[in-house]
């Protein structure tokens, strides 16, 4: 079988083990957390070319138990297990950090913690506390739980994937992300989404304001019909973003045309060159 772009190793990261991915070097790491429930193979279209003058990071986050009750990961303890991953790594900064959907809070929260670490951020279609239903209820909590039921079903969570963009990664990656252990990457992204709320709130309480360092925003413009039913709601999400950036001069929005949630597979060169303008801007000492 040929290499895969993203080989996979398991990292023992504190006390559990994470799949990660090393590639590139250079004077700046480059640290990609996923979305919720999604694998790292997401940024397959992305990593290896920013990998040619950067190290970079690609990684899975802490699983969930197979059996038993199913517990919550907030994003503190998420930023931890990055913490310890990047250390087993022998990684140190500076790190430009790059997040897509709950990996933004992810992201964010680690640089609360590491700020001496963290030298440029790239948002990519983030969560932000303050975007509407954000905070889950007791209904939307069933409803996702209920969701992810669907991804175990092979043909459905296909079908599914295709519509995300995991339809562009090329043979190799499009059989890994096929053979990945849904189920327990369902129990997973439960696990997260239980952590959602908390997060967020403890998040606007501790660091309601982006770090001060090189940013970059990229948001998803929207494609084909979606981009017309779902205005309001890409109008909003982007009014949240732009104002939490309107107080770091170093932060930047942008609205990505023809990309759908998952701007990393619909436009990856958007990313990239997100990423580059980032790394430009970051003084290595």
């Known amino acids: 079988m040929p290499t895969p772009l993203l080989p996979r190793q398991p990292t023992q990261a504190g006390d559990v083990a994470l799949d990660a991915v090393v590639l590139g070097d250079g004077p700046l790491t480059v640290v990609f957390a996923n979305g919720m429930g999604s694998p790292l193979e997401e940024w397959a279209l992305v990593a290896p070319t920013v990998a040619q003058s950067c190290r970079v990071v690609c990684y899975d986050r802490r699983p969930a138990p197979p059996g038993g009750p199913l517990p919550t990961h907030d994003a503190a303890q998420m930023a931890a297990d990055l913490r310890h991953l990047l250390d087993a790594l022998r990684v140190t900064g500076p790190l430009v950090l790059v997040g897509h959907s709950w990996g933004g809070v992810v992201v964010r929260r680690f640089a609360v913690d590491h700020a001496d670490d963290v030298a440029g951020m790239v948002f990519v279609d983030a969560t932000h506390e303050n975007i509407k239903g954000m905070v889950p209820t007791r209904a939307t909590t069933a409803l996702y739980g209920f969701s992810q039921l669907f991804l175990q079903v092979g ?59 090189p940013t970059r925003i990229l948001l998803a413009g929207g494609r084909g019909l979606t981009a017309k039913l779902g205005a309001k709601q890409l109008a909003g999400i982007r009014t949240v973003w732009q104002s939490a950036a309107a107080g770091v001069s170093e932060a930047t929005v942008q609205s990505v045309p023809d990309s759908g949630h998952y701007i990393p597979l619909d436009q990856p060169q958007a990313v990239i060159d997100a990423i580059d303008d980032v790394v430009s801007r970051v003084s290595v000492a």
């Open 155 to 213: 043909l459905i969570r296909r079908r599914l994937l295709r519509s995300l963009g995991f339809g562009r990664l090329g043979p190799v990656e499009s059989t890994i992300v096929d053979n990945l252990p849904w189920p327990a990457m369902s129990r997973t992204s439960r696990a997260e989404y239980g952590g959602t709320g908390p997060s967020c709130q403890e998040l606007a309480r501790i660091a309601p304001d982006l770090p001060h360092v």
